[in-house]
C-alpha cells in the first residue's frame, strides 16, 4: 500500500504520509494479516464500512481496536448476542423525575470506531439498529436526530463455521459495507512471532501516531484525484453486470507508470486490477483447499482420502 501511495500525486503523497508510521504501530501489534490491515486502511480512507469473517483466534478483535490506539479516536465494542435490543446500540430516552423531562442516554454506536463483534449473533431487527448511522452518519432516538462525530467507521465481525443461533445479515445490511475482508491462519513462521510476543514480559501495544484531523485532510486529498470517463464508463459497465474481464496480463507496469499525471487514474490502471483480483481469487481458493486438506488429513490420522475435496 505504501508503494501506491509513493507513486501519487504530491498532495497525495503529501496527506497520506502518516500511512507508513500508522502501518508500523499496527505491525507492533498484529503479526501477518496484511491483507485484512491493508483493507482496514483503504475503507478508512474511502469512509466505508467493514464486514470482517473468519474463525476465532485469527486477531480480528485485536485488529480493530489496535487500529483504534493508533488513531486517536473514541473506540466502541459492541459484543451482539440474541437478546439483544435495537435501544443497547443507538441509546434511549431516560426519564429525569425531578425535572420531569426526558434526556437522551446515547449508546455505544456513538463513537468513532465501532467495533460489531460477531454481529450474526444477534436477530435482524437489531442489525438494522446500524443502517441510519452507517449510511446517514447519524441516529434517531425519541423522534431527535443526532449527528455521529468523524470519522465514524463500523467494523464487524461474523464467525462462518456456527450457523446454530446465529442471523444472516440481510442484504440491505451487507450493502452498507464496502468491504468484506475473508481472513484465514497465519503461517508457521507468523506463529512462531504471535508466540514470541504474547509471552513476552509485556504485550505490545500500538502508539498515537494519527489524529482525526490528519485522515479527515487525507480522505479529502483523495476526492481530488481524477477519474478518466473511460475509467468512469467501465466501472458503470462492470457494476451492471459486466463483472471482472477474464484475461491473461495486459503488460501494463504498476498503477501510475507511464503517465504524466500520477492522481490520474486510467482505463488500463482498471485492467490490471482486474487482473490482479483474478489472481487473488485464485490464490485464495487454493489456500482454502490446502486448509481443508490439512484439517481432514488430522481427521484422518494422515491416510490418504479415496476423493477429492470439491472445491
Known amino acids: 500500500m505504501t508503494g501506491a501511495l509513493a507513486r501519487g500525486s504530491p498532495a497525495v503523497r503529501e496527506e497520506a504520509a502518516f500511512v507508513p508510521a500508522l502501518l508500523s504501530e499496527i505491525r507492533q501489534v498484529i503479526v501477518g494479516q496484511d491483507y485484512l490491515v491493508n483493507r482496514l486502511l483503504v475503507a478508512l480512507l474511502c469512509d466505508g464500512h467493514v464486514l470482517i469473517e473468519g474463525v476465532p483466534g485469527l486477531a480480528k478483535t485485536l485488529a480493530v481496536k489496535t487500529l483504534s490506539e493508533a488513531l486517536q479516536v473514541r473506540f466502541s465494542r459492541i459484543q451482539f448476542t440474541p437478546d439483544m435490543l435495537p435501544a443497547d446500540i443507538n441509546g434511549t430516552l431516560i426519564f429525569n423525575p425531578n425535572e420531569g423531562t426526558f434526556t437522551p442516554r446515547f449508546g455505544p454506536i456513538f463513537a468513532n470506531l465501532v467495533l460489531a463483534d460477531e ?124 463483472g471482472m474481464v477474464a484475461g491473461g496480463g495486459n503488460g501494463q507496469g504498476p498503477v501510475g507508470s507511464g503517465k504524466s499525471d500520477p492522481s490520474v487514474v486510467n482505463a488500463s490502471d482498471v485492467e490490471m486490477l482486474e487482473d490482479l483480483v483474478l489472481v487473488a481469487i485464485t490464490e485464495a481458493q487454493k489456500k482454502a483447499q490446502d486448509a481443508a486438506q490439512r484439517e481432514m488429513g488430522k481427521l484422518t490420522g494422515g491416510l490418504s482420502l479415496p476423493f477429492k475435496l470439491p472445491f
Open 119 to 242: 454481529i450474526n449473533r444477534a436477530p435482524a431487527k437489531v442489525q438494522s439498529a446500524l443502517l441510519e448511522a452507517m449510511q446517514e452518519k447519524q441516529v434517531s432516538i425519541g423522534g431527535s436526530t443526532y449527528p455521529l462525530e468523524s470519522p465514524f467507521m463500523v467494523l464487524a465481525t461474523q464467525n462462518p463455521i456456527e450457523h446454530e443461533g446465529t442471523y444472516p445479515l440481510p442484504e440491505a445490511q451487507v450493502d452498507r459495507f464496502m468491504l468484506k475482508v475473508i481472513i484465514g491462519y497465519p503461517g508457521k513462521r507468523e506463529e512462531k512471532l504471535i508466540m514470541e510476543r504474547m509471552t513476552a514480559e509485556q504485550a505490545p501495544h500500538a502508539r498515537p501516531v494519527v489524529t482525526p484531523a490528519v485522515l479527515l485532510a487525507a480522505r479529502q486529498a483523495m476526492r481530488a484525484i481524477h477519474l478518466q470517463e473511460e475509467l468512469k464508463a467501465r466501472t458503470v459497465t462492470a457494476s451492471a453486470g459486466g
